[in-house]
T-cell receptor
């Protein structure tokens, strides 16, 4: 079965500091993709970063980077120089091409303290 | 491009009523999907489609029907609404090539009384 687990319902970070959100996943497929989505209060889902499982190099998008540990099935998101606009729900998700299914975690609410 | 559009934005139904949530995309995406979002549950996949004429069930399909007669449209039908279907519903679309990034609609907040 394909599962995604986010064990941190809520996190807080001081503005300009760094925070890491955790995600673990499980799949029996070899061809899969991992994502982090951001959902601000507007409710719109926004892609933050994605990682192809076959790539060893960790993905980076400006202040956002991931730590992809394939053997441990771990996919954490690091936000550097946190800004007030980073406050949102963050969802980890996986997609496997064999099942055509996207599976989402339960989310982590990030608060950014001024 | 309008991207992914959903109508209505808000809806209140009485138990037993039926209705259709509309979803359309203008990006020529093969893959479309419906999710429901409930507090503490994340997004759960209801149904998905990999192309016109092809649909399949996700994690929580009971009480919902879908069809995909065109590439652009993917409506979600609630057959007989129940209070347990009170939720926020999201439609999403993506290519089925290497990118696999999903584009989401703005969501529909549905309340069943």
């Amino acid at each position: 079965a394909q599962t995604v687990t986010q064990s941190q319902p809520e996190m807080s970070v001081q503005e300009a500091e760094t925070v890491t959100l955790s995600c673990t996943y499980d799949t029996s497929e070899s061809d899969y993709y991992l994502f982090w989505y951001k959902q601000p209060p507007s409710r719109q889902m926004i892609l933050v970063i994605r990682q192809e499982a076959y790539k060893q190099q960790n993905a980076t998008e400006n202040r956002f980077s991931v730590n992809f540990q394939k053997a441990a099935k771990s996919f954490s998101l690091k936000i550097s120089d946190s800004q007030l606009g980073d406050a949102a729900m963050y969802f980890c998700a996986s997609y496997t091409s064999g099942t055509y299914k996207y599976i989402f975690g339960t989310g982590t609410r990030l608060k950014v303290l001024a | 491009n309008a991207g992914v559009t959903q109508t209505p934005k808000f809806q209140v139904l009485k138990t037993g009523q039926s209705m259709t949530l509309q979803c359309a995309q203008d990006m020529n995406h093969e893959y479309m999907s419906w999710y429901r979002q409930d507090p503490g549950m994340g997004l759960r996949l209801i149904h998905y489609s990999v192309g016109a004429g092809i649909t399949d069930q996700g994690e929580v399909p009971n009480g919902y029907n879908v069809s995909r007669s065109t590439t652009e449209d993917f409506p979600l039908r609630l057959l007989s609404a129940a209070p347990s279907q009170t939720s926020v519903y999201f439609c999403a679309s993506s290519l089925t090539g290497i990118i696999y990034e999903q584009y989401f609609g703005p969501g529909t907040r549905l309340t069943v009384t």
